[in-house]
C-alpha cells in the first residue's frame, strides 16, 4: 500500500542523504530481529507509511533520523501526552493544535518498520485517538487520527485487540457521507484489525463492517477500490463463511467485481482477486454466481496478458477454487472445443513454464481438477504441449510440484468413474506416458517420506499393472526398482500402505512371476 | 482417492480421478499467501536480496519430514535428506537371498533363523529362539508361530504381516542365475537344501534334527559358496553364539 514514488518526490535534498544511512541502519537493526521481523513480514497487516496516495499530507517535515527503538518508544508516550493536552485545549488555534500533536504522534508511528505500538498503547492512545473520531470533527483531524490506528493496528493479536474501542466510530466514518480519503484510511485501519485474528473479524462482522467496505469496491476511484477491497478479503478470510456468504448478497457486488476484473488497473484487480479467492473457497453460493457471470472468462483472461506476480496468484487460485468448487465449471463453461477452455489449459501452461513456485504448484493443481473432468478434458490436456512439460516436472521440480503433477498424469489415464464402479482405464494415455518414462517418477513418490505422495505412487504402479497391455507392466515396474520401492513398507509405520503394498506384491509379484522366463 | 470395495478379494483403493478442493488456510496455500504478504512488504521495505532468503527460512518448516519406518522416527529437515537417511540406516540387505530389512538388527535375526543350521538345530531342541522383533521388548519363542501371535497380540502388528515374506522374484532371478553360472563348483543339493525357502521350516528342522548333534562333531552340510561373501559353516565349538555366523553374511547397500 505504500507508494515510494510518492515520498521520494516529497523529500527534501538534504534529508534523502540522511535517509540512506538510516535505510542502511534500519535494515541491519531489522536483520538482527530476525524472527520477529519474520513474523512481521508474514502478517496480513500493512503500514501505512506516506498516507493515502492522492491526499497532500507532510510527511517529512522533520529530520528523519533512524532513533534507537527504546527513543523512539519514550517519543511516543510523550507524544500521546501532548495529544491528551491539545485536546483538552479550548482556546484560540485549538483545531490546529490537535492536528498538530496528532501528526507528530502519526509520524512517530509511520518511521520505523517495528512502530511503537506497545509504548502508545501504554500511553493510552487509543481512547484519545478514537476522541478524535468524533463525528463532526475535520477531515484532517480524522485522516490523523485514523492514520495513527492504522499503524497501531499493525501489531500482534494482543496489542490489535487494544482498538476495540475505536472500532465503531472506524466503521461508521465508512458511511458514503465520509470523504473518500478519510473513508479510506479507516478501511485500511479496519483492514488490519482483521488481518490475522479471527476474533477480532468476528467483531468487526457483528459491528456490522461488511456492507459499507463492499459499497466502497463499487465506485471507480482507484485507491479506495483497492483499500476497501484488500480490507474486505481480510475481513472475510473466514474459516466461517458466513461473511463470504452475506459478501456476495450485497446488492452489486457481483457487478463491481465482474467490472474491476475487467478493467482495473493490476493493482485494483489484485486486491479484487484475493476477495474472489475467499469468496470462492468458502462460499458454495458464491462459487456458483461467480461461475455463472463470465467470471472465468476473465480470470482466464488476465492471466494470459499479465506476468506481474502479485495478479497472477490470486487470479490463478480463484479459477483454481472455482473449478474445484463447481463442477459446472469444467463441463460446461469450460466444455471441450470452446475457445475459453483452451486458453484456459495454455495459461495453465503458461504458469507451469514460469520460474515461479507458486504458480507453477497451483497450476499444475487446476490442470489435476481439469484432468478430473470428462473423456474429452483429458485427450485436450492430453494432446496439448503440456505432457513433455509434466513429464519433466515430474522428474525434475520440487517435490509439491511432483505430486500435483502427478495427479494429472494420474487422472489423463483413468475415465471418470460414476458412482462405485471399478474406474477404467485410458489405455492409450496410459500406455504413451509409461513409454515416455513417467514410471520412475511416480516410484519415487514411493519411496518419499510423504503419505499422500506414497499412496499416489503406489495407485498408479496398480494402473501398470493392471493396465499394460501383453502383461507387460509387471515387468516395467521390475525394471525401475519398484519391487524394492514397495517393500519398504513392510515396514512403515502406516497399515494402509503397507496394505496396498503388500497386495500388490503378492498378486503381481507372486511365486509364479518371471518363472516361464528361465 | 477414494478407498473402492467392489472386489472382495482385493481392497486396493484404486485410482479415481476426483477435483481436490481446498480451505483457504489450507497448508497448501501457505507458499502463495506468503509470497503475497512478502511481495507487498518488499516495495516498502527494500526486501529485495533478503526476500529469498526470508521464503526459504519460512519454508523450511513445511518441508520437515519424519521417518515413517517403524521404530524409527527420525527427524528430518527435508525430502532429498529423508532420502540419504533412509539409504544409511533402512537398507540393511541380506547376502545370502537379497531380501532387505530396515535395521541391521532385523537383518541379524533374519540371517540366524533362515540361513543358520545351528539356529534351528537348537529350535529343534526346544530352546527359545525366536526373539520378538520389537526392540528392548527381550521375549524369545520356541516357534516362529508363537513369536508371530505375541507380535500380533502384544505390539499390535497386523496378522498378515510376514517377518518371512516368500522370497521376491528379482531376488528368484539373481539366485537362479546365479546358480547357472558354471564357474562356481558348489553343490547343488544343498545350496537347494540351503534355500529355506523352497523348504518348510518344519522340514529343515526335521532333517536338522536328524543330524548329530552332539557338541564336537561338526555338521555334515556345508552351505553352498554361493558368493564369495557366502556363510562358510564353522564349528560349534568356534562359534561364539547364534550372531556370530551373521556378521558374515550382513552387507549394507
Redesign the interface.
Known sequence: MADPGFSSTKRDPIKSSVGNAAGIRRREHAVTVGKERRESLVRAKRLCRVGISDVEVDVESDMMIDEEQSILESQTSLAVQNLKSALAYQGKGAMQKRVGALQKLRRLLSRSEFPPVESALKAGAVAILAQCLSFGSPDEQLLEAAWCLTNIAAGNPEETKALLPALPLLIAHLGEKSSSPVAEQCAWALGNVAGDDEELRNVLLIQGALIPLARMMLPYRRSTVRTAAWALSNLIKGPNPKAANELICVDGVLDAIVRHLTKADDESATEVAWVVVYLSALSNIATSMLVKSDVLQLLVNRLATSNSLQLMIPVLRSLGNLIAGDSHATYTVLSPGLAVTDNAIQVMIKCLKSEQRVLKKEAAWVLSNIAAGSVEHKQLIYSSEAVPLLLHLLSAAPFDIRKEVAYILGNLCVAPTKGDEKSSLILEHLVSLVEKGCLPGFIDLVRSADIEAARLGLQFIELVLRGMPNGKGPKLVEQEDGIEAMERFQFHENEDLRTMANSLVDKYFGEDYGLDEL | ?DV????PD????????????????SP??A??N????????Q?????TE?KEQ?ED??QEDV?E??????GCGAR?AS?ED??NH?NAR?TASCSVCFR???TSR?LSIHVSEAHDSFFQAKVARGYDMYECLVEGCGLKFKSYKSRHQHLVDKHKF?T??EFF??A???K??RM?SQRKKPSHSHKEDTSGMMEVENAAIDDLVSAVSKLNTSDSTPSSISFGRRNPKGMTFVPRAVQHGKGSNSDSSVTKR
Open positions: 482417492m473402492e470395495n467392489q472386489n482385493s481392497e486396493f483403493p484404486f485410482w479415481k480421478p476426483i477435483p481436490r478442493r481446498f480451505q483457504p488456510d497448501f496455500f507458499i502463495g506468503l509470497e503475497r504478504e512478502l511481495l507487498v512488504k516495495v516498502a521495505l527494500e526486501l533478503e526470508l527460512l519460512i518441508r519430514v519424519f521417518c515413517p519406518i517403524v528430518l525430502m529423508f532420502e533412509y533402512h532387505v530389512y530396515p532385523l497386523p498378515s504381516f515374506k516368500k521376491l522374484p528379482s528368484k532371478h537362479k
